[in-house]
């Protein structure tokens, strides 16, 4: 069975341009969850799916940051314009049931110049 | 502010030896309790859960739970150097029903030969 994967592994860009991440969960996983952990922090929670709805975005930083998951299957990140303190790496994780076991993936490298 | 407190380490142990990690939480209303395992690079791997008082056994593993005290931590018997890595503690937000986790920091463990 497939892991969680994400999309790129690694990104660099400058200050102000757009990126997006892609996660796609086991196949199945009706929960997908964004996380986040930034140098020298713990990771940090930024929102939770079920299938395609945003069941809670309480950890979103900002209107900067914009997370869809249409048709309930893979879902995107998009930062856009991204600043310098968005630097980090985002992790991807996904369960079958909302208190089940969470599978993460390898996580994006983002670094913003 | 919920937080999950754990010593950044290093945690340095010999081959054969018990590695004891320990994790406070602030949260009184968290219900689920979990140890990940990252190596450097990689995901943050499921090793251990647990949801009551006590201590709960999984082969080299074995995570106590007191719940009275907020306190979490992990045994690891016969530590292997493949056992280095960093460790992380995470506990489920009470006040939410989304299953979102509230990490600590980690704690790095090396396991010298």
């Known amino acids: 069975e497939a892991g969680v994967t994400q999309f790129p592994s690694h990104s660099v860009i400058e200050k102000g341009q757009t990126v997006t991440l892609r996660c796609d969960p086991i196949?199945?996983?009706?929960?997908l969850y964004w996380y986040r952990r930034v140098m020298g922090k713990e990771i940090k929670f930024l929102l939770h799916f079920v299938k395609e709805s945003k069941q809670d975005e309480s950890g979103m930083p900002n209107n900067r940051f914009l997370a869809e998951r249409t048709g309930g299957t893979y879902s995107t990140l998009k930062v856009q314009p991204a600043e310098l303190e968005d630097s980090g790496v985002y992790f991807c994780a996904s369960s079958q049931d909302q208190g089940g076991r969470k599978f993460f993936g390898p996580g994006t490298r983002l670094t913003v110049l | 502010q919920k937080e999950v407190e754990q010593n950044s380490g290093p945690l340095s142990v010999p081959e054969g030896a018990i590695a004891s990690l320990n994790c406070t939480y602030s949260d009184r209303g968290s219900q689920s309790f979990f140890w990940y395992r990252q190596y450097s690079g990689k995901s943050p791997e499921l090793i251990m859960s647990?949801?009551?008082?006590g201590d709960k056994e999984d082969g080299r593993f074995t995570a106590q739970l007191n719940k009275a005290s907020q306190y979490v931590s992990l045994l690891i018997r016969d530590s292997q150097p493949s056992d280095s890595a960093t460790y992380l503690c995470a506990v489920t937000d009470g006040s939410s029903n989304t299953g979102k986790l509230i990490f600590g920091q980690g704690t790095t463990l090396q396991v010298k030969p």
């Open positions: 647990i949801y009551s008082n």
């Open positions: 196949s199945g996983h009706d929960n």
